[in-house]
């Protein structure tokens, strides 16, 4: 079996507070003298059961208390950073959630600031990364204009915009005249859609936000003419198998769609969304799905072939690393050959 953590790939769907590890959580809330609701790492981790979408968010935007500081934005994405070079990055496309901390009276350049600092250091894990925002689709549009009217002075920073949070009864449609204004301003755009959401809200975020890629998308599959469309149009799914499974989108591995829709001819990306919550980064997905959906390594290399096609990289870029894939896949197949003799 292909060495799913080595196989270069790229990560196209992760929350950098979904990276938030227990440990490091209760490190920055001692340093920030922020007081949890948690005693211990023990009884936080007791509290990752989730039951839906939204009893994990009340606990992903609890834990955010304990970030106050552009340093805890910037150890956070370096301690990311080092986990994904493990896990075969080599170029990471990173969502963050403004919005949740300016709530908290943070300023964006304070995050903004964190981060960069970070993204800046990516060559020393051998990554290339952006940064992707989102708009938390469960706050107004107004919230989400005023949101982009400050990304505006940071366009050299920020690639695109994303849609996030709390999706049912919050369709894509609600954000229309921002994500108008944000493809206007020279942003990418992508948007969380069919994850819980019904297939109409992917319908959505591609005829009205125009989005370049659909997060999730897995429900697509209840509706064969947005399959169709979907496989026509080569649109990317990025795809997040332990997510899933965590958050009751279905109850086993062995039912997720994944395979189907591959199958189905759908661009799918595999990838990790908040793998501190969710039992694993993006190479611990690729190995959850080739174990439980019985896929092939020559699936797998797809998957990972995909996720250079599917990103936001230069054509140069995505040879050299779909070069590196090739490789990777030969030198597996050498392997195996020797071994079954
Ligand atoms: N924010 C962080 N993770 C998310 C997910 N899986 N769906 C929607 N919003 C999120
Ligand atoms: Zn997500």
Same mark, same amino acid.
């Given at each position: 079996m292909i060495d799913s953590r080595a196989l270069p790939k790229a990560e196209l769907h992760v929350h950098i507070e979904g990276t938030f590890e227990p440990a490091q959580i209760f490190q920055f809330a001692q340093r920030n003298n922020v007081q949890l609701a948690y005693s211990s790492v023990a009884a936080l981790e007791e509290a990752?059961?989730?039951?839906d979408l939204q009893s994990f968010l009340n606990l992903y935007y609890a834990a955010m208390a304990a970030l106050r500081t552009e340093r805890d934005f910037e150890e956070l994405t370096i301690a990311y950073l080092q986990r994904a070079k493990a896990q075969g990055v080599r170029h990471a496309e990173i969502f963050f959630d403004p919005q949740a901390h300016l709530d908290r009276g943070l300023s964006f350049e304070t995050v903004v600031s964190g981060l960069w600092a970070a993204l800046q250091r990516s060559s020393e894990f051998g990554i290339t990364t952006a940064l992707i925002m989102c708009f938390?689709?469960?706050?107004?549009e107004a919230s989400a204009m005023q949101t982009l009217e400050l990304a505006l002075s940071h366009r050299d920073k920020i690639i695109g915009v994303g849609l996030d949070s709390a999706e049912l009864g919050n369709p894509p449609s609600k954000f229309q005249a921002v994500f108008d204004r944000a493809r206007a301003a020279g942003f990418l755009t992508v948007a969380h859609a069919g994850e819980e959401g019904p297939p109409e809200y992917v319908w959505e975020a591609l005829n009205?936000?125009? &989005?370049s890629r659909i997060d999730h998308? &897995?429900?697509?599959?209840?509706?064969s003419k947005l399959v169709a469309h979907l496989a026509q149009t080569e649109v990317p799914l990025t795809v997040c198998p332990l997510s899933n499974v965590r958050l009751r989108v279905v109850d086993r591995m062995a039912d997720h769609p994944l395979k189907r829709m591959m199958e189905a001819g759908l661009r799918c990306t595999v990838n990790s969304d908040d793998p501190a919550y969710f039992g694993g980064y993006v190479g611990d997905n690729f190995s959850a799905v080739q174990s439980g959906l019985q896929l092939t390594d020559d699936d797998l290399v797809q998957l990972a072939r995909n996720s250079f096609t599917s990103s936001f990289i230069d054509e140069a870029a995505k040879r050299e690393y779909l070069a590196q894939i090739e490789g990777f896949a030969a030198m597996n197949t050498v392997m195996k050959f020797g071994l079954s003799r």
């Open positions: 990752y059961k989730f039951t938390l689709r469960d706050q107004s009205l936000l125009k &989005v998308g &897995v429900r697509c599959m209840e509706d």
